[in-house]
């Protein structure tokens, strides 16, 4: 293991304690804050996520978005995610890593990413559970066209500096309850 994968790994333990303490206290305004960094993306496809493992959730700033919606879908080990189109109460059931995917609906291509993270920092890179889905599939897309990745996040997941590599992806935008960060 190299030295960055070593300071990833003593990261990710450190963030998700973060994390679970900042959960335990509450979204706060994130979801408003989430809202209206979305609304100039009205009519525009929103990829967000389906939150687990004490993730900040972004549904309700999902079901206001005016636009297709979906919710990512692992794929295969060492692939992109596909982006599964999602509504409020669409039937799910449990996927890789024990997510809730929809059972069926068609594929969509974002152009809005809501990412989940672990821990970012102030440079607008992300800490993530290190399989590398959102950073293939953010370089897939950006190959493709425009596409707007926003971190969502308790702004206690804030670390000095996220270690990285040359295979991580920067991030636009970072919410949290406190409000927006950035651009990058």
Not at 21 to 33: D, R
Request: aromatic residues 8%; without cysteine; proline residues 7%.
């Amino acid at each position: 293991m190299d030295m960055v994968s070593e300071l990833k790994v003593a990261a990710r333990a450190q963030a998700a304690a973060r994390r679970r303490a900042a959960a335990a206290q509450g979204q706060g305004n994130a979801s408003t804050h989430l809202g209206a960094v979305l609304a100039p993306f009205a009519g525009a496809v929103l990829a967000g996520y389906m939150p687990m493992r004490g993730e900040i959730d972004p549904l309700a700033a999902m079901a206001a978005h005016r636009g297709p919606l979906a919710v990512p879908v692992i794929l295969g080990r060492e692939q992109p995610l596909g982006f599964r189109a999602w509504a409020p109460g669409a039937a799910m059931q449990r996927g890789a890593f024990g997510a809730l995917i929809p059972e069926s609906g068609d594929w969509l291509v974002p152009r809005v990413l809501i990412v989940p993270l672990l821990a970012f920092d102030a440079r607008g890179f992300r800490l993530g559970y290190g399989g590398g889905y959102y950073d293939r599939s953010l370089a897939q897309l950006r190959a493709q066209g425009p596409i707007t990745a926003i971190g969502f996040a308790y702004s206690a997941q804030q670390m000095s500096e996220v270690p990285v590599d040359a295979f991580d992806q920067k991030l636009d935008l970072i919410v949290t309850e406190a409000g927006a960060l950035g651009p990058f």
